[in-house]
């Protein structure tokens, strides 16, 4: 089981704003604010606790120390296609921190491996006796 984070209910806890993109644009570049910063505010917004908590105990650098996650969206033309792809990303990055990790179950090696085991240490024992000096 996992979080599927639905972005419709999480927009109150979102702010976008446009800006000019970096990088070669060509005579567009210094026109158009086609880049996005978005902003989500994740105490703010409607998540489980444990996504909270998770993301903001992460080591995610995009997170800040007022538990605001910032994500700069600028690879497309369009300003409308960064937006997408922003809350695409932000939506990725809150399923990966809803994912429940499945518990571990700690197993016992079986008797057949124990035995493999004490012989090969007997064994490279027995080799590294006869690379010993010999005494006369």
């Known amino acids: 089981m996992s979080y599927l984070p639905n972005i419709e209910l999480l927009m109150p806890a979102i702010d976008l704003s446009a800006m000019r993109a970096q990088g070669a644009g060509g005579q567009n570049v210094n026109k158009v604010s086609s880049a996005i910063h978005l ?36 690879s497309h033309r369009t300003q409308e296609m960064n937006k997408q792809d922003a809350l695409d990303r932000l939506a990725e990055i809150l399923t990966e921190a809803g994912k429940l990790q499945k518990a571990r179950r700690a197993t016992k090696p079986t008797k057949s491996s124990q035995t493999k085991r004490m012989d090969s240490k007997t064994k490279s024992g027995q080799v590294k006796t006869l690379r010993k000096k010999v005494d006369f």
């Open 39 to 74: 902003r989500f505010d994740i105490a703010q917004a409607a998540l489980p606790e444990y996504v909270k908590s998770r993301l903001l105990a992460g080591k995610d650098k995009r997170v800040t120390t007022d538990g605001i996650l910032i994500i700069k969206a600028q």
